[in-house]
């Protein structure tokens, strides 16, 4: 080997490595050997670096927030109730319309007949209040706000029928309370009511049911007071009933300066009905004195229509 060699051969070691490592004759390729060791050793080591690296910062990283499905609202029924209702609205149309161009349809030439007609109408009135309140609750409750329930299907499908049948049972009650033909228009008036208002009618159930019938325990209070009328307004004819307790068998009342006609009193004292006496249009007093002359007066209560 000449100096030449030796010189470049020393010159390529690495400071601080030691000169036994010095290569000979053949040193050049288990040189080269050991470059490729210390190449693959430094690229394990760069290859397990950076995947340590990587997973560090993968472990490091925030896990994106998890998204959450929104199930769409329930809402089959809502465009079928609408439309049934639109249908139920078209069939009171034409049963009002042949109604009254047909004279002898749905008319009963008995001695009771003008009271079955009036139970008819009263059941018209009922349903076509009951379709009011059914197309109030589509407009009222949304799908897209979520309050519409596909459960209330069973109460819009025959909400029509049930307010019918508390239109012809208005009929019954006001008979029941004065044998006599009731107010058509009153009638008319209070079964449509009744028919968007289930509270109400079951709210006058329990009033009728009170001056006809007497359950045990339902005991008189002495002390005399009236707070309620109903209506608060009407003309000659009209039903009214007067809610408090105390009141007597015999007890006296008067619109004004005259008397209710036809008055009933509850077994319990609490309810008084009748029909409005004559009077002038404006607001009256409503008294009602016991037999004991113990009186309660509603001032300025009950306005006469014209």
Request: hydrophobic share 40%; with cysteine; aromatic share 8%.
């Amino acid at each position: 080997m000449s100096m030449s060699d030796t010189g470049s051969a020393a010159g390529s070691q690495k400071p601080g490595t030691s000169s036994s490592a010095t290569p000979t004759s053949g040193a050049p390729t288990s040189g080269a050997s050991a470059s490729g060791a210390a190449t693959s050793s430094a690229s394990s080591n760069a290859a397990s670096g950076s995947g340590a690296t990587t997973s560090s910062r993968s472990a490091g990283a925030s896990a994106p927030p998890a998204v959450v499905a929104v199930a769409a609202p329930k809402c089959k029924s809502r465009g079928f109730i609408f439309f049934y209702n639109l249908l139920f609205v078209g069939v009171l149309a034409a049963i009002g319309i042949y109604y009254l161009a047909r004279p002898e349809f749905l008319r009963f030439q008995i001695e009771a007949g003008d009271k079955i007609d009036i139970a008819i109408r009263c059941m018209w009135f009922g349903a076509l209040g009951g379709v009011v309140i059914s197309l109030k609750g589509v407009y009222d409750h949304h799908c897209n706000r979520g309050d519409w329930d596909d459960g209330f299907i069973l109460w819009h499908l025959g909400r029509p029928i049930s307010a019918a049948l508390a239109g012809l049972i208005t009929v019954v009650l006001l008979l029941a309370i004065n044998p006599t033909s009731p107010n058509e228009p009153v009638a008319y008036a209070i079964a449509f009511i009744f028919g968007t208002q289930e509270r109400r009618f079951f709210n006058f159930l329990s009033e009728v049911a009170a001056l006809v019938v007497r359950v045990p325990g339902d005991e008189q209070d002495s002390t005399l007071k009236a707070v309620s009328l109903t209506p608060l307004e009407g003309k000659q004819g009209t039903l009214v009933i007067i809610g408090g307790q105390g009141f007597r068998e015999g007890a006296k009342i008067t619109f004004g300066s005259n008397e209710l006609v036809g008055v009933i009193i509850s077994k319990d004292g609490r309810i008084i009905a009748g029909t409005v006496p004559a009077g002038t249009p404006g607001g009256v007093d409503v008294t009602v004195t016991n037999p004991d002359q113990k009186r309660v007066v509603l001032a300025d209560k009950f306005t006469y229509t014209a």
